[in-house]
Nanobody, 121 residues
Framework: QVQLVESGGGLVQAGGSLRLSCAGS????????MGWYRQAPGKQRELVAQ???????TTADSVKGRFTISRDNAKLTIYLEMNGLKPEDTAVYYC???????????????WGQGTQVTVSS
């Protein structure tokens, strides 16, 4: 079992900042990447940023220059530094891990419970 727990969400004024954390626990044989997704009301879940096992990162165009993903290499933890927040950033943010619990299983997506980020005007 792999568990992902997000924290750091909340209510913030436009232009403000938040730092999200995702702490992973449990046994994981290996993983390809970890990342952050978000889902706003009436919209599909979208990728915000991800970091691969080799350290490479991908960031959505909508948040480039404002959000930064990072990883604690000593543990299964990632962060999302969010600056210059806009009302359109309002969403539930989910931590994602693509990995497998044993070498006999295919890679799959694990998800956290989500943390609400609300940006007011």
């Amino acid at each position: 079992q792999v568990q992902l727990v997000e924290s750091g969400g909340g209510l913030v004024q436009a232009g403000g900042s938040l730092r999200l954390s995702c702490a992973g626990s449990g046994s994981i044989f290996g993983f390809n990447r970890m990342g952050w997704y978000r889902q706003a009301p009436g919209k599909q879940r979208e990728l915000v940023a991800q970091i691969s096992s080799d350290g490479s990162t991908t960031t959505a165009d909508s948040v480039k220059g404002r959000f930064t993903i990072s990883r604690d290499n000593a543990k299964l933890t990632i962060y999302l530094e969010m600056n210059g927040l806009k009302p359109e950033d309002t969403a539930v943010y989910y931590c994602n891990l693509r990995g497998r619990s044993s070498s006999a299983l295919p890679y799959r997506d694990y998800w956290g419970q989500g943390t609400q980020v609300t940006v007011s005007s």
